[in-house]
């Protein structure tokens, strides 16, 4: 029987639907959670990486800085970072923020997270 139903699964393409609707709970835009982050532009990958394995989204757009903050003139890349609203654990925006901070903290990049910076003191 499944010499039988093969040819037509792969005809529908069904095993790529299946991946795709999972990804896609995700990926997709929760907008409601989201979360400004300034990193340095050569911290960008990384941070993605990282937020990715603690379960964020951060958006796959950017954008430079042509003017950074005056405390923190090294962070001159912006990211969205978003929580999947299939996947739902922070309590509150703040909770939220602390855990992002955390997971870049922990990393060892300098951000500034909703106003909080992942690092103390001048660098």
Same mark, same amino acid.
């Given at each position: 029987?499944?010499?039988?139903?093969?040819?037509?699964?792969? @005809?529908?393409?069904?095993?790529?639907?299946?991946?795709?609707?999972?990804?896609?709970?995700?990926?997709? !835009?929760?907008?409601?959670?989201?979360?400004?982050?300034?990193?340095?532009?050569?911290?960008?990958?990384?941070?993605?990486?990282?937020?990715?394995?603690?379960?964020?989204? %951060? @958006?796959?757009?950017?954008?430079?800085?042509?003017?950074? !903050?005056?405390?923190?003139?090294?962070?001159?890349?912006?990211?969205?970072? @978003?929580? !999947?609203?299939?996947? !739902? @654990?922070?309590?509150? %925006?703040?909770?939220?923020?602390?855990?992002?901070?955390?997971?870049?903290?922990?990393?060892?990049?300098?951000?500034?997270?909703?106003?909080?910076?992942?690092?103390?003191? %001048?660098?």
């Amino acid at each position: 029987m499944g010499v039988v139903l093969f040819p037509r699964f792969t @005809q529908l393409r069904l095993h790529r639907k299946i991946v795709a609707n999972r990804l896609w709970t995700f990926e997709k !835009p929760n907008t409601p959670t989201e979360v400004p982050a300034l990193l340095r532009s050569e911290d960008v990958e990384a941070a993605r990486v990282v937020l990715r394995r603690a379960q964020f989204n %951060p @958006q796959a757009f950017g954008l430079s800085l042509a003017v950074p !903050p005056d405390d923190a003139s090294d962070l001159d890349y912006k990211i969205a970072v @978003q929580e !999947p609203e299939a996947w !739902p @654990q922070a309590d509150s %925006p703040e909770d939220r923020t602390e855990r992002i901070v955390g997971v870049l903290r922990a990393a060892g990049l300098r951000a500034r997270v909703d106003g909080v910076d992942t690092f103390r003191g %001048p660098e």
